[in-house]
């Protein structure tokens, strides 16, 4: 996993009339991830200045997650919060497929595709059971999609078995991509703001001046929260034993997005 214990800003200019944003990350100290920071800064600010785009892979996965870490809940999983203040948990080898479901307007439209997707995706389970009978794998509904979470093995995200059995579930390239270069796999285990009737959060971690404000925002965003669901159970599939650490997960996992009855979110 790639998350670091400092991150800083430092900002560059590029011309009289503008300025570049650099963030730094260490695990050293602040300092550090200060020269971290200045050294990107420049390096953009040098970029743009020669009439250069920067490279999209500057904004895009490569780089490590700016987030707050809350909680280390093994060697190998820690729970950080992202950008828009959901709670997410995060692993270095227990497998979690994040699936999509196709959005379109109507909810006749939503519920009847709802099924034939959930129906599609069971039928993808069963016959990724039969092609190896030693997976065992557990399925939620979410509010947008499904979760597939395998408790029987554990899968380095870099590993071919992991890219294959993304794919097999259906998870979208973006998702398959940021385990891959994260060497990390995701799973949200809060809701979404904005489906609670929230806005997002007024700062981004690191917090700076802004912290008291985003406190105020994240105590009310955890008591919505309790009110919601971020996911529902469909079913356990796969006769195989569990793999200890996986379903040490599995439990952490359930405790927090289950809430039997509650809307998802």
């Keep these: 996993m790639r998350f670091y214990r400092y991150w800083m800003r430092a900002d560059v200019p590029v011309s009289d009339r503008r ?17 971290v920071a200045r050294k990107r800064a420049e390096t953009l600010a040098a970029l743009i200045a020669s009439g250069r785009r920067p490279a999209d ?4 996965t490569d780089r ?31 497998l979690f497929a994040d699936v999509d479901l196709p959005s379109r307007r109507g ?26 009978p030693g997976l065992r794998l557990r399925l939620y509904r979410t509010a947008g999609g499904y979760r597939v979470l395998l408790t029987s093995r554990r899968v380095q995200p870099s590993a071919a078995k992991s890219t294959a059995l993304l794919d097999q579930f259906g998870s979208d390239t973006m998702y398959v991509s940021l385990c891959r270069t994260q060497d990390s796999y995701r799973a949200r285990l809060s809701p979404k703001p904005w ?15 802004a912290e008291p404000e985003f406190r105020r925002w994240e105590q009310q965003y955890e008591s919505a929260a309790t009110r919601f669901a971020t996911c529902e159970l469909v079913g356990t599939y796969g006769t195989a034993p569990e793999d200890e650490e996986a379903a040490e ?5 359930d405790a927090t997005t289950l809430n039997p009855g509650a809307p998802l979110a």
């Excluded at 602040?30 to 020269?35: P, T």
């Design 249 to 253: 997960i599995a439990e952490v996992h």
């Design 57 to 60: 892979r500057y904004y895009g």
């Design 195 to 209: 489906r609670m009737g929230m806005a997002r959060p007024p700062a981004r971690y690191p917090y700076g001046d």
């Design 107 to 132: 909810l006749f439209v939503r519920r009847r595709r709802r099924d034939n997707f959930e129906s599609g995706l069971v039928e993808r389970i069963s016959q990724s059971l039969e092609r190896d």
């Design 19 to 35: 300025t570049v944003t650099g963030w730094g990350f260490s695990d050293v100290s602040a300092e550090d991830a200060l020269e």
């Design 64 to 94: 490590p997650l700016r987030e707050e870490v809350l909680e280390e809940v093994t060697d190998k999983a820690i729970v950080s919060r992202n950008s828009y203040g959901a709670r997410i948990l995060n692993t270095v080898d227990v």
